[in-house]
Nanobody, 115 residues
Framework: QVQLVESGGGLVQPGGSLTLSCAASGSIISPFDMGWYRQAPEKGRTFVAR???????KYTDDVKGRFTISRDNAKNTAYLQMNSLKPEDTAVYFCYAIKNGVKYWGEGTQVTVSS
């Protein structure tokens, strides 16, 4: 069994920053990809960013230049540094890990961007 626990969400003003963390534990061994999706109110879950075990990254166009994904492989932890936040970034952010075609999800952390 694999567990993913997100942290770091909260309320931030437009233009502010937050860093999300996602710690993976349980029966998961490198290499595996980790990343983030988000789900805004009354919308579907959409891809945000991912990083492979070999540090290859991919971002959705909406966050390029503002968000940075990173990993600490020794801790099986992924991070999402979010800068220049906008109200439209408001969503529940879900961490995932994928190994051998199986995707595992965290329970999500709320990010609210509002003045």
């Amino acid at each position: 069994q694999v567990q993913l626990v997100e942290s770091g969400g909260g309320l931030v003003q437009p233009g502010g920053s937050l860093t999300l963390s996602c710690a993976a534990s349980g029966s998961i061994i490198s290499p595996f990809d980790m990343g983030w999706y988000r789900q805004a109110p009354e919308k579907g879950r959409t891809f945000v960013a991912r990083m492979s075990d070999y540090a290859t990254t991919k971002y959705t166009d909406d966050v390029k230049g503002r968000f940075t994904i990173s990993r600490d492989n020794a801790k099986n932890t992924a991070y999402l540094q979010m800068n220049s936040l906008k109200p439209e970034d408001t969503a529940v952010y879900f961490c995932y890990a994928i190994k051998n075609g199986v995707k595992y999800w965290g329970e999500g952390t709320q990010v609210t961007v509002s003045s």
